[in-house]
């Protein structure tokens, strides 16, 4: 098994939806094993203005090209994604911090296809 994240110099970009049919675009831009650089990406194609954040990653090899990637963004959101570069699939499951005192924090998955822009 190859421990090497292939993500690594490179861009992806990511069309996600959950069961519901809800979903976002995204582009990870992976600086390093260690840095990952996320922008939103609208209907059009465009980076979405102020949608982009750079944040420190834990990248952990499962088997041969699949990998767990998990961060924890600035305002306390929390992503765990399963990224497959085999069958080019990310599967996220995002835990947001509640609104306000007494809110449960809310919890969404969507699954994703990817693909190499650069």
């Given amino acids: 098994m190859s421990d090497a994240f292939p993500a690594v110099g490179h861009k992806y970009l990511v069309d996600f939806r959950a069961a519901s049919g809800r979903g976002f675009r995204v582009q990870l831009d992976f600086a390093s094993e260690a840095s990952l650089t996320y922008t939103?990406?609208?209907?059009?194609?465009?980076?979405?203005?102020?949608?982009?954040e750079t944040v420190d990653i834990t990248v952990t090899p499962?088997?041969?090209?699949?990998?767990?990637?998990t961060w924890q963004e600035r305002e306390g959101t929390t992503v765990v994604h399963l990224e497959d570069y085999r069958m080019n699939t990310i599967i996220t499951n995002i835990t947001e911090p509640p609104g306000k005192a007494g809110d449960r924090?809310?919890?969404?998955t969507f699954h994703g296809t990817m693909s190499q822009v650069a």
């Fill in 62 to 69: 499962i088997r041969d090209l699949l990998f767990l990637v």
């Fill in 40 to 52: 939103g990406i609208d209907a059009q194609g465009h980076p979405i203005p102020d949608s982009s």
């Fill in 105 to 108: 924090p809310a919890f969404s």
